[in-house]
């Protein structure tokens, strides 16, 4: 899958506009992914074991209010206390369950600044897509349908 990048600009408009996070919202998120995990024959801790489901936990509940989030890979290992390799991992199979789009934020010299999660069953999901990676609709489903293809 082609790497997403967008400006920090973009990202920071969606991230202060709109409601706070909240623990409630999170808990609702956590379930539907359960739920559809199930539905698939997956159970969520058996997928998202220990450490990667600290991240998990501090993802969805960052990307609660607004549908977007962005963080360091090095700051998340400091907040959650896992390795950049244990991100990596999570991020493929976050990416995997097809309900997180994973991109990043356009550094001055090179694409590698910090990690953008997008939930894609957020009402603001198109939208987001739309003005942060300046996609068209069409190119939305594109991605979408290519992220649930089985690998």
Same mark, same amino acid.
């Given at each position: 899958m082609? $790497?997403?990048? $967008?400006?920090n600009q973009r990202v920071q408009f969606f991230i202060s506009y709109g409601d706070q996070c909240a623990r409630d919202n999170k808990?609702? @998120?956590?379930k539907r992914l359960e739920d559809d995990l199930l539905s698939k024959g997956q159970y969520i801790t %058996?997928?998202? *074991? @220990?450490?990667?489901?600290?991240?998990?936990d501090e993802i969805v509940y960052n990307t609660s209010a607004n549908g977007i989030c962005k963080i360091g890979t090095?700051?998340?290992s400091t907040k959650v206390g896992v390795s950049a390799r244990t #991100? +990596?991992?999570? &991020? @493929?199979?976050l990416e995997a369950t097809g309900q997180y789009i994973i991109g !990043?934020? !356009? &550094? +001055?010299k090179t694409n590698c600044g910090k990690l953008v999660y997008v939930?894609?069953?957020? *009402? &603001?999901?198109? %939208? #987001?897509?739309r003005e942060c990676f300046l996609l068209s609709a069409n190119q939305i489903a594109e991605l979408i349908a290519e992220q649930e293809e089985p690998t």
């Open positions: 082609k $790497t997403l990048t $967008t400006t808990y609702k @998120r956590l %058996e997928l998202f *074991p @220990r450490k990667q489901w600290q991240l998990l090095d700051t998340l #991100i +990596s991992t999570f &991020n @493929r199979k !990043r934020l !356009r &550094n +001055s939930d894609v069953l957020h *009402p &603001n999901f198109k %939208e #987001i897509m």
